[in-house]
């Protein structure tokens, strides 16, 4: 097993390098920016044993993206230098589970974990070697067998197909974000963009009226609902703090009986509040601006987002709104947030004004087009 250390220490380094059987390459790295080279220059490296506290220009969060971006199965072992539960979260949900603090580690406890990497992964070699003889032997048997198994499958997606009712169509697709990110311009020129089908669009926050300003409707005092288009309906879901119950039933309501429509567009503002909607969401479309302050508030709605999912990342959607020629490039964003599908990016346009003060009776060409792209990359 092949083994680099990133301790900032080379006296740690040469302890270690005593004390095991696998092969340290090289000496103790002394900067982030160093362990990005020799991975990428090395593709037999096996395990890291990384600090924290490693100094380089990148911070610890766009470090550990890097590295599982370069080397997504690389065991990693790294030793934070104090308590920090946002940062203990991040790591976890990056797979890597061998977390150890500085004050809290001893120096045999590092090699006995080495050591249990080490019988893991010589284990994992015995079972790679067995898989290749058994596959080598029985390479007919398998391809037969497999497609056995793959004609059955798309003979159950038929019959499922032919069996199927109104309800397959529906798609509950949540829209989150930081304040003022462009969620609800972002919900309206997308919903008239899909053609020939039917949307529900829920507004979940009740403090504000953007969208009743924006279209230039008011929805009837006793009345919840606004017939914007033909197609499309407009939903205020009023949240009142004493009646909690009464809003989840609505909720409920939404989300099992709302099956004329064909997509249903969630506002969500409060992850939190709105959790059964995003666990029920088909696709959850997270909305970034691309500057340092929207990458901060993004960060801190993915974690809430991922502890509220339990971790779920295949539905989660990130879209670079208001892109700018000065905004961060998005080949670094894209690295930053390598663990979520990106889709792309919405240009900011003065057009944008005119679809406002026309009360969305005007979309640009130009607009049209960036959401037509979107509109295929979320398959809507």
């Not at 230039?216 to 033909?230: L, Q, T, V």
């Not at 964003?333 to 009360?359: E, R, T, V």
């Amino acid at each position: 097993m092949n083994i680099i250390t990133a301790l900032g220490n080379e006296e740690n380094c040469k302890k270690i390098k005593n004390k095991i059987n696998s092969n340290i390459i090289g000496t103790d790295i002394q900067y982030k920016e160093a362990v990005v080279e020799i991975l990428e220059k090395n593709d037999k490296i096996d395990l890291l044993i990384l600090s924290s506290i490693l100094p380089g220009e990148l911070n610890i969060y766009e470090f550990i993206n890097i590295i599982k971006y370069k080397k997504p199965n690389l065991e990693i072992i790294i030793i934070l230098e104090k308590e920090d539960e946002k940062l203990n979260e991040f790591i976890v949900s990056k797979g890597i589970t061998n977390i150890y603090y500085n004050n809290k580690i001893t120096f045999d406890e590092i090699i006995l974990k080495i050591s249990e990497i080490e019988n893991k992964n010589k284990i994992n070699n015995k079972i790679e070697e067995l898989e290749k003889i058994v596959m080598e032997k029985n390479n007919r048997k398998i391809i037969k067998k497999e497609k056995n198994i793959k004609d059955k499958i798309k003979e159950k997606i038929n019959k499922m197909n032919n069996k199927k009712n109104i309800v397959k169509n529906k798609k509950i697709i949540s829209i989150i974000g930081a304040p003022k990110v462009g969620k609800t311009i972002f919900i309206l020129i997308l919903s008239l963009i899909i053609k020939s089908k039917k949307i529900l669009i829920v507004e979940c926050n009740n403090k504000k009226n953007d969208i009743q300003v924006i279209i230039g409707k008011k929805r009837k005092e006793n009345d919840s609902m606004i017939k914007w288009k033909k197609n499309i309906d407009i939903l205020f879901v009023l949240k009142k703090k004493e009646n909690n119950e009464e809003y989840l039933k609505i909720e409920d309501k939404i989300l099992k009986e709302s099956n004329e429509y064909d997509y249903i567009f969630f506002d969500i503002e409060d992850i939190e509040k709105n959790k059964k909607i995003l666990i029920e969401s088909n696709q959850i479309i997270l909305l970034l601006e691309s500057n340092l302050l929207g990458i901060k508030e993004t960060r801190e709605i993915l974690l809430e987002l991922m502890r509220t999912t339990n971790n779920r990342k295949d539905n989660i959607k990130i879209i670079y709104n208001k892109h700018t020629s000065t905004s961060i490039k998005r080949e670094i964003l894209n690295m930053m947030f390598i663990d979520f599908k990106i889709i792309g990016k919405i240009q900011y346009d003065k057009n944008y004004n005119i679809f406002i003060n026309s009360n969305t009776k005007f979309v640009a060409t130009k607009i049209k087009k960036q959401y037509e792209k979107i509109k295929d990359g979320l398959m809507l």
